[in-house]
T-cell receptor, first 112, second 111 residues
Framework: EDQVTQSPEALRLQEGESSSLNCSYT??????LFWYRQDPGKGPEFLFT???AGEEKEKERLKATLTKKESFLHITAPKPEDSATYLC?????????????FGPGTSLSVIP | NAGVTQTPKFQVLKTGQSMTLQCAQD?????MYWYRQDPGMGLRLIYY???????DKGEVPNGYNVSRLNKREFSLRLESAAPSQTSVYFC??????????FGDGTRLSIL
């Protein structure tokens, strides 16, 4: 069964303290891994798509990387405005085109 | 540029009542989705529509129906609400593949 897990469940960082969030997945064949940011009371905001092991994408202080079993979202020198819940999702080759499985998310708090 | 608009933002229902959640997008996207989000469980797909006139079941379709009225609008209907359907409901759209643009959600409580 397809599965997506994220760790840690919650992370508290001091401003400027770099860290990484983990997304582990179990699918029969990966057709894409996606990262989203979700602010309280809002819908998710799409950040990145990764398709193959070794691929990396960057946006401001965020960098997403992908291996065959997991993805990391690296946050370099975070600022308080990076506080949000970060969601990971995957699309499996054997499922219908638009079916995407989401993980439960990591809640990030960056303290000034 | 509105993006994806959901109405209502909040709703309280009694068990057995019915209601329709509305969603509209102004980006001319083909694909639209309905998700529910519950604490600790992540977003789960209820129904999706790959194009106008087509709909398909997601992971948790029981108790829900959908209508893709036209390319802009995709509605979700609860025919007989149950407490287990208390959740936050998100509509999303994309050109295909993964959902890219989400609305801000409808917070639904069923007593």
């Amino acid at each position: 069964e397809d599965q997506v897990t994220q760790s840690p469940e919650a992370l508290r960082l001091q401003e400027g303290e770099s860290s990484s969030l983990n997304c582990s997945y179990t699918v029969s064949g990966l057709r894409g891994l996606f990262w989203y940011r979700q602010d309280p009371g809002k819908g998710p905001e799409f950040l990145f798509t990764l398709y193959s092991a070794g691929e990396e994408k960057e946006k401001e202080r965020l960098k997403a990387t992908l291996t065959k079993k997991e993805s990391f979202l690296h946050i370099t020198a975070p600022k308080p405005e990076d506080s949000a819940t970060y969601l990971c999702a995957v699309r499996d080759m054997k499922t219908s085109y638009d079916k995407v499985i989401f993980g439960p998310g990591t809640s990030l708090s960056v303290i000034p | 540029n509105a993006g994806v608009t959901q109405t209502p933002k909040f709703q309280v229902l009694k068990t057995g009542q019915s209601m329709t959640l509305q969603c509209a997008q102004d980006m001319n996207h083909n694909s639209m989705y309905w998700y529910r989000q519950d604490p600790g469980m992540g977003l789960r797909l209820i129904y999706y529509s790959a194009s106008e006139g087509t709909t398909d079941k997601g992971e948790v379709p029981n108790g829900y129906n959908v209508s893709r009225l036209n390319k802009r609008e995709f509605s979700l209907r609860l025919e007989s609400a149950a407490p287990s359907q208390t959740s936050v409901y998100f509509c999303a759209s994309s050109e295909g593949g993964q959902p890219q643009h989400f609305g801000d959600g409808t917070r639904l409580s069923i007593l």
